[in-house]
């Protein structure tokens, strides 16, 4: 039964994250205006970085509780991971290059925060297989 719960939890995790990178954000940059677009993102990512981060948490409760320690374990692992650090370490980076007009750290912070984002995928797709 955890393991049907697990691959529904991953399964819910590439959900949002496909929602948010394939609908949320680009409606967001084309609906609203600058400002209002960085306002409403600034609020929403941590919000997308927190709920897959207690969510893939949970996930590896279910391993520990099971006691599998496989290679999906440590494949969720690094999808938190992944998730704690951009939230508490890249994004207010990204905010701060962005506010300061770094315009190259800004570009590189946020092209390092989409390529973990798609790293992200293709691990929990890999779990999911």
Do not use: C, W
Not at 4 to 20: A, K, P
Not at 90 to 107: G, T, W
């Amino acid at each position: 039964m955890l393991s049907q719960l697990s691959s529904y939890l991953t399964s819910i995790i590439l959900g949002i994250m496909l929602f948010f990178s394939f609908v949320v954000a680009p409606i967001t940059f084309t609906v609203l205006n600058e400002e209002s677009s960085r306002k409403f993102i600034r609020k929403i990512f941590p919000y997308y970085y927190n709920v897959n981060l207690v969510i893939s948490f949970l996930v590896l409760i279910f391993f520990v509780i099971q006691k599998t320690f496989s290679l999906n374990f440590y494949l969720i692992l690094t999808v938190a991971i992944l998730f704690a650090l951009t939230n508490y370490v890249l994004m207010p980076l990204i905010n701060k290059y962005k506010d300061e007009n770094q315009d190259k750290k800004f570009k590189y912070s946020h092209f390092i925060s989409v390529v973990i984002n798609f790293i992200q995928m293709i691990l929990l797709v890999i779990i999911l297989i």
